[in-house]
């Protein structure tokens, strides 16, 4: 079982030391006025925090045209109010493809300002097709723009006859509308514009605190700008491995589900859940069944919802299933999916992701920077007996993680050649991971931890979902990724957080 490799891996990978450390030098305060940049008010959409500024980065629209037809990326900082102590700019990297920076430093700024005590300006960007940045369009059908469409779940009976058809339809309307702003939509183009951003900044070296893809983001920009790199934290690491990239880290998806199950599992037949009504079985080890049960009754039988039009489908019960393991602040409103899927009197009611189509330039971004990114396999009867022996394999997911995507026929191939993570650079890296991650499984994140070497440190923090600093209340690997940003002092060896 993966939960057991993972295991395995760790005892190989970790030692129980105490976060006692060493100091990595620091890059020394920067000017704290970014003299690129005009900075004035957020637009109110993003629900700006007090203090926090907004301003706009021209960027080439092709770094090998650099003189050329430029864009605006959105840019925004929450300042250091303690001047004195400030020591550089922290950059905020969001995950995705498709995260919003300017979004999440509104969302997370006020707890990191809080543990960062003015040590840094925080800064975010929306990454070019996000957000207030420009935006890349496909031109897709609505129908071709729910999640369950973009990710490639099977028919009932597991065939994916469907799928090649809408994966054929998306590349094409892509490649017919697109243009050059697609095309420039890529994790290279992403990372260059974070040197463009430092250059405006006026600063020295960036420090960062990147999240799951944006954590690939970050460890490419200490690949390709080593000595650019201050305090360098990547939280929820996926196998950087460049011959794969998201055609992996979307295969990591089945077993993640496995690794976080029993978490939810322990939660749902919790004697407690009872008196809120939301306890699935009485035992964990049958909620497992419930849930498949469950998913393979609405392959058979749809419910009618709250959504008008949107009816809960065995795909879009597994797709939330899915979702719902990212956090367990999730697990309440999926038991109650659950319990409102079972009265014969109920009307479920979807997750807001999975009530709605996407807007376009979100579908754009979503599909644009994976298969920009590294050329996919196109033969269709592979995939044919991937996704069956996927199914067989992990059918909490049923298939979907090796299914084809549009970028098996995506017209004229990746962009260019995937950048390779290696060990030669400066020793400053934090990785931290939660040991039962649906989406960056363990596994996958000791690849990025092997491709990096002596240059960083791993904290495993023994709790599950999609997600570490900040995020999951653990006050050894809070503590850790603090100390190190502040202090420049990481663990010693690689450590467990229980």
Not at 31 to 60: H, N
Not at 352 to 360: I, K, V, Y
Request: aromatic content about 6%; charged content about 25%; overall charge neutral.
């Amino acid at each position: 079982m993966t939960t057991n490799r993972g295991r395995k891996a760790l005892v190989l990978a970790l030692s129980a030391a105490a976060v006692a450390g060493v100091a990595v030098s620091g890059g020394g305060a920067a000017p704290a006025v970014a003299a690129g940049l005009d900075w004035g008010d957020c637009d109110p959409a993003v629900k700006p925090l007090s203090g926090q500024r907004c301003a706009t980065l021209s960027v080439p629209l092709d770094y090998t045209d650099p003189g050329g037809e430029q864009i605006e990326l959105a840019v925004s900082r929450l300042p250091s109010t303690r001047p004195e102590a400030r020591r550089g700019t922290l950059m905020v990297i969001p995950g995705g493809p498709g995260g919003s920076g300017v979004q999440r430093l509104a969302q997370k700024g006020a707890a990191l300002a809080g543990e960062m005590d003015g040590a840094y300006d925080l800064v975010a960007f929306d990454p070019r097709g996000v957000g207030g940045s420009a935006k890349a369009r496909c031109g897709l059908a609505e129908e071709d723009r729910w999640m369950v469409t973009l990710r490639s779940w099977p028919g009932a009976d597991g065939g994916i006859d469907e799928n090649v058809a809408r994966s054929k339809r998306i590349a094409e309307a892509c490649a017919r509308n697109g243009g050059a702003m697609l095309r420039g939509l890529s994790t290279a183009n992403q990372v260059r514009d974070l040197e463009r951003l430092r250059q405006a900044l006026g600063e020295r070296k960036l420090s960062a605190w990147s999240t799951s893809y944006g954590a690939y983001v970050a460890a490419a920009y200490a690949e390709k700008y080593p000595g650019r790199t201050d305090r360098w934290v990547l939280d929820s690491s996926n196998d950087p491995d460049p011959r794969r990239v998201a055609r992996g880290w979307l295969e990591g998806m089945a077993w993640g589900a496995e690794d976080r199950l029993p978490d939810f599992a322990a939660w749902a037949a919790h004697p407690d859940r009872a008196a809120e009504g939301l306890r699935l079985a009485e035992r964990p080890g049958d909620v497992r069944q419930v849930v498949l049960d469950l998913a393979a009754r609405l392959d058979r039988e749809p419910r009618a919802t709250t959504t008008p039009g949107a009816p809960l489908t065995g795909t879009v019960f597994r797709q939330a299933f899915q979702l719902a393991l990212y956090s367990d602040a999730a697990f309440p409103s999926f038991a109650r999916l659950v319990t409102e899927a079972l009265d014969p009197a109920g009307r479920p009611a979807l997750p807001r992701e999975l009530s709605g189509s996407m807007p376009d330039a979100d579908a754009a971004i979503t599909v644009g920077v994976i298969c920009n990114d590294v050329d996919w396999p196109a033969s269709v009867p592979a995939y044919e007996r991937a996704v069956a022996a996927d199914r067989a394999r992990y059918p909490l997911t049923a298939g979907m993680p090796a299914g084809i995507t549009p970028c098996s026929f995506w017209k004229g191939g990746a962009v260019e050649k995937p950048v390779r993570i290696t060990d030669r650079g400066p020793s400053n890296i934090l990785m931290i991971q939660n040991l039962r991650d649906p989406a960056t499984p363990y596994a996958k994140g000791l690849r990025m931890r092997a491709a990096l070497g002596e240059r960083a440190r791993l904290v495993s923090v023994d709790r599950g979902g999609h997600g570490v600093y900040l995020g999951n209340g653990n006050a050894c690997g809070d503590g850790a990724v603090t100390r190190f940003l502040t202090e420049g002092v990481r663990p010693a060896e690689d450590v467990l957080c229980g």
